[in-house]
């Protein structure tokens, strides 16, 4: 299988406090990667840093073996890497059926086109209507995207991320706030969404992370303390000493 | 897509001149197809893009020189260039001048933007004001439309030939600007004013979208320039000023900016505004400024979200609440003729020198006529009187209504 | 060289005077996210409002006046109207106060009418704080106050005649005053403290007890009050007309552009620059070619300076990355 995502020796830095100090990490293609740990680790910066919202203070990443670190963020989506983002990030005042069109549009690079209708591209209407019923959108195809509910804005949010076809999906804290059937329903969704797919998910809910990760990264206070099996990392003393007592695994996972 | 109302847009068009004889009609209808393309180019950046521009009429300016500049030139080359291309002149000259000015004014939106497009029309403006020979200084620069060779017989020297070729360009205006909405490129400007940053993280520039709005948006309202440079024959540097701007902004956001036909209800009210209400008061730019106030503050959507609202209720709704909002225009009725009292009486202190101390009050001509007289307080008591409590009226009944609706639902 | 001299002096106090006004626009909007379209609307304001005062009571009372009165009006609009409007997000709140500066305008003009009203600073500060004569006979002589007037008038005794207007000498001390309290309550104060804390914590200060939409309305009328004042010392000095508005509102957006949305340090030196930059303009008046002089161009300079700074520095001089 070959590295489909790399970071060698990322270190960022945010005047003196230091959030990552050197991330070695390799992400096959079609891997599913969980990325867990404690609050203020630096899960988020590690996902601003991946899609290109700021540079790492020092250190490369690489996708498809292409060199993106300092890239603006819709070069590296061009690139097939897309991300969700933690506080819901939709166009509010645009339907469910407008939203996804959106990423649709972009995904198949007809963004600043403006000799067509929309209405004409068959391609576009087909994926979205596809999209709307993968994410169980369907029924609110017409409602303004700020009047949906948490979950379906969630919902809406997973869409939008993956509407653009990328191959290399970062998901961050999806399930957040849902839920036990909630976030069962999210993780049928996510799984088969993302089939074939290499997926890195920032996750708290252990249920999530055991039912779909192949691989967990745990990240403390700005380092890997582990990257291996969901097994091995549970037998994991280190692990194990930062996260006394997180293991909580759900009967369902 | 229904075709009724266009069909009828379009016949009421054509046979405007026919049903309404007169040349001041003709004239105020021509201003309003001016001011329809001007609005409607305005809101692609505002209503479309969210992208509040202080500087539109840099761009309606700079297409007035160009297309005046391009029909003199022609004439004194003794070239045939057909007067009802000159308009395409302006459109043109905003092109250019988005292309460098609209580039610097999209590298960031919201409120950077607005002091961007508001220092960058100052800077044009000074300029014009400068003396150089482009713009003609005070006087600005003339032109003559007439035509020698009449193609078809067509000279334009008549108001309804004018006439004519602006509405001609301001229904393909429309709808160009109606098809941009439509495109992805329309779609993705909806969703760069919803939420630029998602749209960086789905795979493209939030700038290279807004740029392009700037250039659009310059190209017809340069088409709207050029039109009034042919109907007034004359391009002064006010056109360029930032009045004008304002202008735009204020009554297209009275006219409301969420729909695609609000700009041209608001192109209408502009006309109306500058040349009716303009004669009946002194105060009536005050008038506007309060409207203006009142609306970003109660009615965002502008009179075109009203009037939508209002015709989306069944006739049920305003049945069982007719009590209430009978109430409530009364109260507002009875709020701006106090209002109106106040306003009127504080402009003639100043006037009172040259038109007297009284202000006269009538209604449809004579009826219900009564006068204020400025120098008794009495007056201005009761004046403020009326406001207030017509304005109290009206707020508590609003709120009333609020409550009401919503406890329905 | 002395002129010079007087040339920097008239443009410090210039610039002294836009860094008041702007240092109202700058905390407001770094507090509040509000870019506040009416200051300058204010600063005309306290003009008139500073003018009807002392014709009836006095210049003194009108240096308090005006700034009472545009603050009252600060506090009211932000309780009544931009918290309102708050929730709307910020298209419509750029949009109501600009349409307030529309609305004082109209009120202005409607009120004390179209013409530049005569507003001129008490007797005590109409001449000159002090002057320098330049004469044959006795080389650069110093004065306090100014020149006897046979002594500029006579060309054969004097070659130059100097002078530094107490009013503008005036409006520096004023300034700096203010400024001066200004900074010490800001950085020295616990009120100080907690408004920049509430610049990036606000909710965080709300679970903590302090009533932050309080503050909000505090610090806008403080702002508007500093407009008022700026207002009442600027048209006494220069003129109070209509237009005065525009002209100013126009200058102090590009002090905020260039200096950074929201920093007041380069709200500080961008105002001393263009104030000494156009005061010095309009005094070299050179020609430039073109039938261009520089005192021609001497109102399109801070234009031309935003514009720079827009295409090699966006974010302005001192202003963070993004915003």
């Not at chain 1, 691989?215 to 303390?225: F, T, W, Y």
């Not at chain 3, 202005?108 to 008490?122: C, E, I, M, N, S």
Request: overall charge neutral; proline content about 3%; glycine content about 10%.
């Amino acid at each position: 299988m070959s590295t489909i995502l790399e970071l060698k020796n990322v270190q960022k830095r945010f005047g003196a406090t230091e959030i990552l100090r050197g991330i070695d990490l390799s992400i096959s293609a079609g891997e599913r990667v969980a990325l867990i740990g404690p609050n203020g680790a630096g899960k988020t910066t590690l996902f601003n840093l991946v899609s290109g919202r700021f540079a790492p203070s020092a250190g490369e990443v690489w996708l498809k073996n292409r060199r993106i670190d300092g890239k603006k963020p819709y070069a590296i989506a061009r690139l097939g890497l897309a991300r969700s983002f933690q506080a819901t990030q939709v166009f509010s005042k645009l339907t469910v059926y407008e939203n996804l069109r959106c990423s649709v549009l972009l995904g198949l690079g007809y963004g600043a086109q403006w000799l067509t209708s929309v209405s004409r591209l068959k391609e576009v209407t087909a994926r979205t209507e596809a999209l709307m019923e993968q994410t169980h959108l369907d029924k609110q195809r017409d409602t303004l995207a700020q009047a949906l509910t948490y979950a379906d804005q969630r919902a809406l949010e997973l869409g939008i991320t993956l509407g653009g076809g990328a191959d290399v999906i970062l998901l961050d804290e999806p399930t957040a706030g849902m839920s036990q059937t909630e976030t069962l329903f999210f993780l049928e969704l996510i799984k088969t969404a993302t089939h074939g797919k290499t997926l890195l998910m920032v996750e708290h809910d252990m249920g999530v992370v055991f039912g779909l990760a192949d691989k967990i990264a745990v990240l403390v206070e700005g380092k890997l303390l582990a990257f291996d099996t969901p097994q091995a990392v549970r037998a994991n003393a280190a692990v194990q000493d930062a996260y006394l007592g997180d293991f909580s695994v759900s009967a369902s996972a | 897509m229904n075709a009724a109302p266009w069909i009828a847009v379009v016949a009421g068009v054509v046979l405007a001149p026919e049903l309404l004889n007169s040349t001041w009609a003709l004239t105020l209808l021509s201003q309003i197809g001016i001011a329809t393309i001007a609005c409607l180019s305005f809101n692609l950046l505002l209503g479309q893009g969210g992208m509040l521009s202080f500087g539109h009429a840099t761009y309606t300016g700079l297409g007035a020189y160009g297309a005046i500049h391009t029909l003199n030139a022609a004439r004194a080359a003794g070239v045939d260039f057909p007067v009802s291309l000159i308009p395409l002149a302006g459109g043109v000259s905003g092109l250019v001048a988005a292309s460098v000015l609209g580039f610097l004014s999209s590298r960031r939106g919201g409120t950077a933007l607005a002091m961007v497009t508001l220092g960058l029309a100052e800077l044009v403006f000074s300029v014009a004001l400068m003396g150089f020979a482009f713009f003609g200084g005070e006087s600005g620069i003339a032109g003559n439309r007439v035509t020698e060779s009449a193609p078809w017989g067509v000279t334009f020297a008549s108001p309804v030939e004018m006439y004519y070729l602006i509405a001609a360009y301001a229904l393909l205006s429309a709808v160009a600007l109606y098809a941009l909405t439509t495109t992805p490129w329309g779609k993705m400007l909806n969703a760069v004013r919803d939420n630029a940053m998602r749209v960086e993280f789905l795979g493209t520039n939030p700038q290279t979208i807004r740029y392009r709005a700037f250039l659009f948006s310059a190209f017809f309202a340069g088409i709207s320039g050029g039109l009034a440079a042919l109907l007034f024959e004359r391009v002064t540097p006010d056109a360029l000023g930032l009045e004008r701007s304002a202008s735009l902004v204020l009554f297209t956001y009275l006219g409301g900016i969420q729909s695609f036909i609000g700009p041209i209800v608001g192109a209408v009210l502009m006309v109306f505004a500058n040349v009716g209400l303009s004669s009946l008061t002194p105060a009536w730019l005050l008038y506007v400024g309060l409207a203006f106030v009142f609306g970003v503050m109660f009615a965002p959507q502008g009179l075109t979200g009203l009037l939508q609202t209002a015709m989306a209720q069944p006739w049920a709704f305003y049945v069982r609440h007719s009590v209430i909002l009978l109430a409530l225009l009364v109260s507002l009725g009875v709020a701006l003729l106090g209002v109106t009292a106040l306003v009127e009486m504080a402009y003639q202190l100043q006037l009172e020198a040259s038109l007297g101390p009284n202000v006269a009050f009538g209604f449809f001509g004579d009826w219900g006529a009564f006068q204020l007289h400025i120098n008794r307080w009495q007056d201005w008591a009761a004046a403020a009187a009326v406001a207030i409590s017509g304005g109290w009226f009206f707020l508590r009944l609003r709120h009333a209504l609020i409550v009401r609706l919503g406890a329905k639902a | 060289m002395e002129f010079l001299v007087f040339s920097l002096l008239n443009g410090l106090s210039y610039g002294l005077l836009l860094f008041l006004l702007s240092a109202g626009l700058t905390v407001i909007l770094s507090l509040m996210g509000v870019l506040n379209f009416a200051h300058a609307s204010f600063y005309m304001l306290g003009a008139y409002v500073g003018y009807s005062v002392s014709v009836h009571a006095g210049y003194g009372p009108a240096l308090f006046a005006a700034p009472l009165v545009l603050a009252l009006l600060g506090a009211g609009f932000e309780r009544w109207v931009l918290r309102r409007i708050h929730a709307y997000g910020h298209v419509p709140e750029l949009l109501i106060t600009f349409g307030l500066s529309f609305l004082i305008l109209e009120l202005v003009q409607g009120v004390w009418g179209r013409t530049a009203l005569p507003f001129h600073p008490p007797e005590f500060l109409q001449g000159a704080a002090f002057s320098a004569v330049k004469s044959a006979a006795n080389g650069l002589q110093w004065f306090w106050g100014s020149p006897a007037a046979a002594l500029c008038q006579d060309a054969s005794l004097a070659l130059s005649c100097w002078s530094f207007p107490a009013m503008r000498a005036f409006t520096m001390l004023v300034s700096a005053i203010t400024l001066g309290a200004l900074y010490l309550v800001l950085v020295r104060t616990r009120l100080g403290w907690i408004i920049q804390a509430s610049r990036t914590h606000p909710a965080m200060l709300e679970s903590l007890g302090h009533n932050v939409p309080r503050l909000w309305m505090l610090v806008f009328a403080a702002g508007s009050g500093l407009a008022g004042l700026a207002g009442v010392i600027g048209g006494s000095t220069f003129v109070t007309e209509p237009a005065m508005a525009a002209t100013v509102g126009s200058v102090i957006f590009v002090v905020v552009v260039v200096g950074g949305l929201g920093s007041l340090m380069g709200a500080f030196w961008v105002s001393l620059a263009l104030g000494l930059l156009q005061t010095l303009a309009v005094s070299f008046d050179h020609s430039l070619g073109f039938g261009v002089s520089l005192a021609q161009l001497a109102p399109v300079l801070p234009y031309a300076l935003m514009v720079l700074v827009l295409v090699l520095r966006p974010q302005g001089l001192f202003g963070a990355k993004d915003l």
